[in-house]
């Protein structure tokens, strides 16, 4: 009896990660000191599987996190600006999902 009740909360915890994934990819479109941001992160109900979590880096620094409680169809989307944003500059944008997983990627301005 153990070993089924073992099986069962197994197997609803790995169905839960099924439907679960990490965002699909990054975009991310610099004008002067400003970053607009796409993640796109196809789901099934926006309300309860969403990017949860935004961070940007400049240079390895973090200079922006931004938090959300849903998003938008199969995007999350925002705008960051960065004052000190110059040509040469390496941004990273990391996503979090609120279920499981993340991405980051990186650009040079």
């Given at each position: 009896?153990?070993?089924?009740?073992?099986?069962?909360?197994?197997?609803?915890?790995?169905?839960?990660?099924?439907?679960?994934?990490?965002?699909?990819?990054?975009?991310?479109?610099?004008?002067?000191?400003?970053?607009?941001?796409?993640?796109?992160?196809?789901?099934?109900?926006?309300n309860?599987?969403?990017?949860?979590?935004?961070?940007?880096?400049l240079?390895?620094?973090?200079v922006?996190?931004?938090?959300?409680?849903?998003?938008?169809?199969?995007?999350?989307?925002?705008?960051?600006?960065?004052?000190?944003?110059?040509?040469?500059?390496?941004?990273?944008?990391?996503?979090?999902?609120?279920?499981?997983?993340?991405?980051?990627?990186?650009?040079?301005?």
């Open positions: 009896m153990k070993v089924l009740c073992w099986t069962v909360l197994l197997s609803l915890g790995f169905c839960g990660l099924l439907f679960s994934h990490p965002p699909v990819d990054i975009e991310t479109k610099v004008s002067g000191t400003q970053i607009d941001i796409t993640v796109n992160h196809p789901v099934g109900d926006p309860t599987h969403y990017i949860d979590k935004i961070e940007v880096f240079n390895g620094i973090k922006s996190e931004q938090s959300f409680k849903q998003q938008d169809g199969n995007f999350q989307k925002t705008t960051v600006t960065v004052p000190s944003l110059k040509k040469g500059d390496a941004v990273e944008v990391s996503a979090n999902c609120n279920r499981f997983g993340n991405l980051r990627k990186s650009t040079a301005v």
